[in-house]
């Protein structure tokens, strides 16, 4: 079985702290992108959202996760600045439905209602917001590929590379039947793409950063999502 490649993840889903009597603390700046603020609560709401799913516990997440995640904000508002408003690609409930039912397979008793609220209830997150960053997610998705597939030439000779030298020996490791080159063309040409249009992206990326102003201030943040 041919092993695929997705795109960076660059779609899920910010510090100044000020206190209040009796220790309260009101939500607070994190980040500010192209004048687009993002607040803690922003940060801590893509915290859970992310480990949710992706079926990650959030005891397990670390500093650097946590940083992972707001690089990840700070990109996806980037990304969807692009976007022209008339051009908003629309996402269909169909296709939201199917990545939910994905993310449920994660947790025990996946299609019973009560256990999922419980999951949802647990991560203090709710399913609206989950919907919301997969229909995000579908968003940056048709960006990148509209702006980047199309870039993308993959040749013969990497086509026969790649079957050579990392499917051949895959499928000899797993003890799996071997596939013709013409039938595992289309599969590894797509992974190819994939793997180019992440060097692309990568680079998009650091040019809309290059070209933009990002302040970031996580100095005094503490581990809210928790």
């Given at each position: 079985?041919?092993?695929?490649?997705?795109?960076?993840?660059?779609?899920?889903?910010?510090?100044?702290?000020?206190?209040?009597?009796?220790?309260?603390i009101?939500?607070?700046?994190?980040?500010?992108?192209?004048?687009?603020?993002?607040?803690?609560?922003?940060?801590?709401?893509?915290?859970?959202?992310?480990?949710?799913?992706?079926?990650?516990?959030?005891?397990?997440?670390?500093?650097?996760?946590?940083?992972?995640?707001?690089?990840?904000?700070?990109?996806?508002?980037?990304?969807r600045e692009?976007?022209?408003p008339?051009?908003?690609?629309?996402?269909?409930?169909?296709?939201?439905?199917?990545?939910?039912t994905?993310?449920?397979?994660?947790?025990?008793?996946?299609?019973?209602?009560?256990?999922?609220?419980?999951?949802?209830t647990?991560?203090?997150?709710?399913?609206?917001?989950?919907?919301?960053?997969?229909?995000?997610?579908?968003?940056?998705?048709?960006?990148?590929n509209?702006h980047?597939?199309?870039?993308?030439?993959?040749?013969?000779?990497?086509i026969?590379?790649?079957?050579?030298?990392?499917?051949?020996?895959?499928?000899?490791?797993?003890?799996?039947?071997?596939?013709p080159?013409?039938?595992?063309?289309?599969?590894?040409?797509?992974?190819?793409?994939?793997?180019?249009?992440n060097?692309?992206?990568?680079?998009?990326?650091?040019?809309?950063?290059a070209?933009?102003?990002?302040?970031t201030?996580?100095?005094?943040?503490?581990?809210?999502?928790?």
């Open positions: 079985m041919i092993k695929r490649l997705t795109a960076t993840a660059f779609i899920v889903l910010l510090l100044c702290t000020a206190h209040l009597r009796a220790g309260q009101i939500d607070r700046i994190v980040a500010t992108v192209n004048g687009h603020i993002i607040l803690q609560s922003d940060w801590d709401d893509a915290v859970r959202c992310e480990a949710l799913m992706n079926g990650h516990a959030l005891p397990q997440i670390t500093p650097k996760d946590r940083k992972d995640v707001l690089d990840r904000l700070i990109d996806q508002e980037l990304l692009q976007i022209p008339q051009e908003t690609p629309s996402v269909s409930d169909n296709d939201v439905s199917r990545r939910l994905e993310i449920r397979k994660f947790y025990d008793k996946a299609s019973d209602s009560q256990a999922w609220a419980k999951t949802l647990q991560y203090r997150v709710s399913e609206q917001q989950i919907k919301d960053r997969i229909v995000l997610q579908n968003q940056l998705l048709w960006l990148v509209s980047l597939r199309g870039e993308v030439q993959i040749d013969q000779k990497s026969e590379s790649y079957y050579n030298q990392d499917l051949l020996p895959q499928l000899d490791q797993s003890g799996s039947k071997q596939i080159l013409a039938k595992a063309t289309p599969q590894i040409k797509e992974i190819l793409t994939q793997r180019k249009m060097e692309l992206l990568i680079a998009w990326l650091q040019n809309l950063r070209g933009s102003q990002i302040v201030n996580t100095s005094s943040a503490g581990d809210q999502a928790q």
